[in-house]
């Protein structure tokens, strides 16, 4: 690998005797510290639980699944997302429906929440605009069955979410 | 005052029992408020908020650290040296807290015709004693390296022992200089020798002393900029990466405990230790005695400050702990008040003037220390880290000759008579 | 009394840690062992008096001179099969024999010898002012010598170390 020469600017003497370049800096810092400490209010930080970052209108959470207005699942089972999902994360079985103006419907829809990233491509790809990506970031689990979304867990939930 | 009260108070076991035990209030027991200062100040500097959420200002969050450090499985690697493992952790907290023996906390009191002092053994060689003991620390940082059979442990434990004994000899000659101003090797009369006017402190006797030994404390210490022994972005922890639960906590004791160390020496050496500038142009006679219900006034001032501060509501939920926190502030408080109001009351008391005296002391060396505490924290979280071989250079080409240098001008000053 | 325990602790424990060093087959146990000798041997000097001597000897001994022999072997950082076989049985034995028979003789040499011929000390003896005194007075040349050895002992790791004097 060839050797880049980076030509820094010369010090001069202030410079090269560095205390006085560190009580430069160390008063920099100091400003900071009683900044934070007299106007914590200020501060550019969110305190998590309290407080939330808000998300962009078109951010991509977990999915949701719309109902009908019987509260059925929207989802005609038609796997368009599960075969455009780049890493494989969907799983749907279908059965057939009695309504004959439906015809099919999913006996289980599953997401894997570890494997999906969050591309949104199954919402772009869903003809029935049945699943949605929401603003709900916040499903952290004990285990990793736990974040396999089952159909219960996608469907819409009643007083809407974030 | 019946006898055995005097014979207890005047006893010399008590005053060295009492600053062993100031010793440990400022080692053992402030290491978990040292290294929640250190993260909160941390992040002071870095504009967010740290630690702050168990307990008043996060302060049981450190308590939490150190039940998690020992309730950790402890680990010995394959191939490592047992003994030496188990050792080198050891010898760096024993090291660290035995320099403490020396430090004297106050001056001299009358106490019933006997002039007592708070310091545990008033050696003749005192700062000799301290050079000495402290240079054993290097001991177990490099067994610590060499005996977990681990690369990067090694390199560190390599560092360690290099840079230690480099900077000791700098660390030294420093000493030595301020040794010329003082004329004495004692350091209670070192602190003695800076009583009076602002400029008989060490530090505007010897300015270029101080700096040399100022870096050469940090290097000692194996802080920032100068913690090539644990850098973590080139040698994973250094020395310590292969220890965990308690002995990882001896170290990191350790260090806190070599800090604290480092701080009062620097208060005691350059600093004028316990005194207070013009103490004796300003309050008379018995300055320190007549500060102390200054002191205790203040004292009481920044609890009342710092309990509106924590009952006042913030951006986060107030918990029951704070409340405890605020009454226990207020209680002290009022304890305060209530030892200014008695010192008013006995100020004549000869004996009870005199422990106030030394507890004004205690107070202003205590205010010192706890600045160059701060010092440690700010300037870890502001300098970056030396390149080894800078460090080398610094360490022989910079600092030994300035040492050197130091001494010859101080020893022409002191025969000449200006210091 | 208290002082004959801790002059028969240090002392029997400076023997043992003396062993040590030679007993230990691992280098840097030998080091460690050396370490803990030269500390007790300078408890021992505090218990003279001496304790400017006993700082020093800590300072300069156990603190700066071990840490470079320690350096050296852990950046050796020999092999079992490097450090050599074990001595041979008669080799030990007449070690043993020659070890005992220098003990015998010192021991007896010492032995009579009791305190009552020392005067006692004062209260500087031992002090820096004191051993000052005697250095940069009636044993001035002696000091003045081994500087000068010093001095010849950094030059000359300056010519070794240094690729080009020049």
């Given at each position: 690998m060839a050797v880049k020469k980076i030509n820094r600017p010369p010090q001069n003497w202030w410079e090269r005797a560095y205390v006085f370049e560190i009580v430069r800096g160390m008063s920099i810092t100091m400003k900071h510290a009683l900044k934070s400490w007299f106007t914590p209010e200020h501060m550019p930080i969110y305190q998590y639980p309290e407080e939330r970052r808000p998300v962009a209108e078109r951010f991509r959470g977990r999915h949701r699944i719309r109902r009908r207005p019987d509260g059925s699942p929207t989802c005609v089972a038609c796997y368009c997302c599960q075969t455009v999902c780049p890493p494989n994360a969907i799983d749907i079985v279908a059965e057939e429906c009695d309504d004959p103006a439906i015809e099919k419907r999913p006996q289980s829809f599953r997401i894997n929440m570890i494997r999906c990233i969050y591309c949104g491509m199954c919402v772009e790809a869903c003809p029935k605009d049945a699943i949605y990506m929401s603003q709900d970031y916040e499903f952290a689990n004990q285990?990793?069955?736990?974040?396999?979304?089952?159909?219960?867990?996608?469907?819409?939930v009643e007083k809407g979410d974030r | 005052m019946p006898e055995w009260a005097q014979s207890i108070m005047t006893s010399s076991i008590t005053w060295a029992v009492l600053a062993g035990v100031m010793a440990y209030m400022l080692t053992l027991v402030g290491i978990p408020v040292y290294t929640w200062w250190e993260r909160r100040g941390a992040a002071l500097i870095q504009r967010r908020p740290g630690p702050n959420r168990r307990g008043p200002y996060g302060l049981v969050q450190a308590i939490a650290d150190a039940v998690k450090l020992a309730v950790k499985e402890d680990v010995v690697p394959a191939g490592?040296?047992?003994?030496?493992?188990?050792?080198?952790?050891?010898?760096?907290?024993?090291?660290?807290?035995?320099?403490?023996?020396?430090i004297p906390w106050s001056g001299d009191i009358e106490l019933f015709g006997k002039t007592v002092r708070l310091q545990v053994a008033d050696l003749n060689f005192g700062i000799i004693f301290i050079l000495a003991i402290s240079s054993m620390a290097v001991y177990g940082v490099t067994l610590a390296g060499w005996s977990s059979n681990n690369k990067y442990s090694m390199l560190g434990g390599l560092r360690a022992g290099a840079q230690m004994v480099s900077y000791e000899i700098a660390l030294g000659l420093a000493v030595v200089g301020m040794v010329l101003v003082y004329g004495t090797l004692k350091l209670n009369l070192m602190v003695a020798g800076q009583e009076g006017s602002l400029f008989q402190w060490g530090?505007?006797?010897?300015?270029?002393?101080?700096?040399?030994?100022?870096?050469?404390?940090?290097?000692?210490?194996?802080?920032?900029?100068?913690d090539l022994v644990e850098a973590d972005s080139e040698i994973v922890a250094g020395f310590h990466t292969e220890y965990s639960s308690l002995r990882f906590g001896l170290f990191y004791m350790g260090e806190y405990v070599h800090m604290a160390v480092s701080a009062v020496l620097t208060v005691i050496l350059f600093f004028g230790g316990y005194h207070v500038p013009w103490a004796h142009t300003l309050f008379g006679t018995t300055p320190y005695a007549t500060l102390f219900p200054w002191v205790m006034a203040a004292l009481a001032a920044l609890c009342l400050a710092l309990a509106w501060d924590t009952s006042r509501p913030k951006r986060r939920a107030l918990t029951q702990g704070n409340m405890i926190f605020a009454a226990i502030l207020v209680a002290v408080a009022g304890g305060a008040l209530l030892l200014a109001t008695l010192y008013g009351l006995f100020y004549d008391v000869a004996w009870f003037a005199a422990l106030c005296s030394m507890v004004t002391q205690v107070a202003v060396l205590v205010v010192k220390f706890l600045f160059f505490f701060w010092l440690f924290i700010w300037v870890r979280?502001?300098?970056?880290?030396?390149?080894?071989?800078?460090?080398?250079?610094?360490?022989?080409?910079?600092?030994?000759?300035?040492?050197?240098?130091n001494i010859g001008l101080t020893s022409v000053l002191v025969l000449a008579g200006w210091l | 009394m208290g002082e004959a325990i801790l002059f028969w602790f240090f002392g029997g424990l400076t023997c043992v840690l003396a062993l040590l060093v030679i007993v230990m087959r691992n280098p840097v146990h030998s080091a460690m062992a050396l370490i803990g000798n030269l500390f007790c041997i300078a408890a021992l000097f505090a218990m003279l008096d001496a304790h400017f001597l006993a700082a020093i000897q800590v300072l300069v001994y156990a603190g700066a001179i071990l840490v470079l022999f320690l350096f050296v072997i852990m950046l050796l950082n020999l092999k079992d099969h490097e450090l050599g076989n074990a001595r041979q049985t008669a080799t030990k034995i007449a070690g043993a024999i020659l070890l005992c028979w220098v003990a015998f003789k010192l021991i007896f040499r010492v032995m009579p010898s009791t305190t009552a011929g020392f005067p006692a000390v004062g209260d500087d003896y031992g002090t820096v002012e004191t051993v000052g005194r005697f250095l940069f007075g009636p044993h001035l040349l002696p000091f003045e010598v081994a500087s000068i050895l010093l001095l010849a002992a950094i030059l000359g790791s300056v010519a070794i170390a240094k690729k080009k004097l020049w």
């Open positions: 285990t990793r069955e736990q974040l396999h979304f089952e159909l219960e867990d996608l469907l819409d | 490592a040296n047992k003994w030496m493992h188990a050792i080198a952790p050891m010898i760096v907290m024993t090291v660290a807290l035995t320099t403490f023996a020396v530090l505007f006797q010897a300015p270029l002393a101080f700096l040399i030994y100022m870096v050469a404390t940090y290097a000692e210490t194996n802080r920032v900029p100068f979280w502001t300098v970056p880290r030396f390149r080894y071989d800078q460090l080398m250079k610094l360490g022989w080409k910079v600092m030994l000759p300035l040492a050197l240098f | -």
